[in-house]
Every structure is written in structure tokens, then in C-alpha cells.
């Protein structure tokens, strides 16, 4: 059964979604983060996908404070990313609450880091965050392509030992159109026992239904909440109680 995580994006310490990963795009839903993460938790919700915008844009972690909050307000399993380059970025990740750390930019231009602190850490509180164009790794907030393909990418962490990828088709993302199922089944077929999180597009609980058939274990998913597209309660009832 899939689990669907819902996810909170923050600019200025507020909830906020893009549109394709387009800062001009900005929307704030709510000032408050933390109330919105106590609701998820009060449906029942285990996992929080938190997304430090300010900091991927910066190359650096900025939203701690907030990830703190949650932490220690909210019984939620967190995992964080934006801006994660450096090993202070890191500890100060983990040091207010962080559960697990998504690794987008530095997972494509630094192996090297990444595998010493999976050994340092422990490989299962690392997700390698895939942002994709046309198959292709973008990094720093989506804004610069590299040379390496999806495949290739989770390969090379794959055989690693670290299988957890959070997988983004830039294309779908705050789109609401529908998630990019034909990639995904692409993973999954190709690597069975991937990891693999799916995110961007789900506009409605018929989608984590089709997630869930061609056998994604987890996606994560915002926007449809936020624009009402998708009822909480049904998808807690179906999925999570």
C-alpha cells in the first residue's frame, strides 16, 4: 500500500507552493507552518515532506527554526531538504528535528560527501532527491541542469545501498495534471526495489490510487491540498487508518 506524504514548501518561514519550480510563482497558503502540520498530524498523517526553499535558492539551510518547531510540537517522522551542501548544513538539519535529509544538488555534483555521511549517519536517513527535466537531474532550486540522467543517477546510488529516491518531474510539479505515471513505472520496472518516492502533479486521490497500482510505495504531495483538489480525511481513511 502506498503511503502518501504531505508536504510543506517554505519561503519566509510560511507555507508557500510554486508552479514548475518557478519562484515568481509564489503562492502562500498559510503564514503559519506549524499549524498546518499539526492538521496533517490530527488526520493521522506519520511523515512530513518539509521543503526549505529559501535555502535551495541560497545553498544553504535557512528555514531551521520552523523544522524545529514542527519537531517539537508534532509527533510527525520529518524529512527535510533545501540547501543541504555542507556538513553544518547537515548537523543543523538533524540537530532540530529532522528525521531524514533529501539530497537534490549536492547527490549530483558531490557523491563522494553523500556516501561518507551515509556511513557516518547511517544510509537510511538520506533520500536522493531526483529533480528531473526530459529525464535529465536539475539542481540549485531546479535552476541549472547537469550531465547525468535519471536512470544513471539512481543507479549509482542504488548499488550504494541507498535506494530511497525522491523523484520530481519539474514538468508536473504544482501543475496539478496529473502525476508523471509513465516515469515512474520506468523506475519501477527498472529498479523494483527502489525506494522510490513519487512527487509533483497529484491532483486528486484517483492519482495515488494509480501511484499505488503500478506499485510506488510513497508519494508525496501539496498543492492538491492546499487548492481543496484533494479531501485529507478520504485519503487518511484509505490509506493511512
Known sequence: MIL??????????????????????????NEDPLEVAKAFEDLGFP??????????RSKHVVNHVVLERIANQTSLTIDFGGGIKQDEDLRKAFDHGAAMVT???????????????AAQYGAERFIIGADVQDEK????GW?????????????????????????????HDGTLAGPSTALYQKVMRTFPDCGLIASGGVSGIDDLQTLNEIGVPEVVFGKAIYEGKIDLREVSKQYIQ
Open 143 to 171: 535552476q541549472e541542469e547537469v550531465e547525468l540522467t535519471l536512470m544513471d543517477f539512481i543507479a549509482g546510488y542504488g548499488e550504494k545501498g541507498l535506494k530511497k529516491v525522491l523523484c520530481t518531474d519539474i514538468s
Open 137 to 140: 537531474i536539475r539542481i540549485n
Open 103 to 117: 539530497l537534490g544538488s549536492i547527490a549530483a555534483t558531490s557523491k563522494e560527501t553523500v556516501l561518507d555521511w
Open 4 to 29: 502518501p506524504i504531505p508536504a510543506i514548501d517554505l519561503i519566509d518561514g510560511k507555507c508557500v507552493r510554486l508552479t514548475k519550480g518557478d519562484y515568481a510563482t509564489e503562492k502562500v497558503y
Open 47 to 56: 511523515r512530513l515532506h518539509l521543503v526549505d526553499l529559501d535555502g535551495a
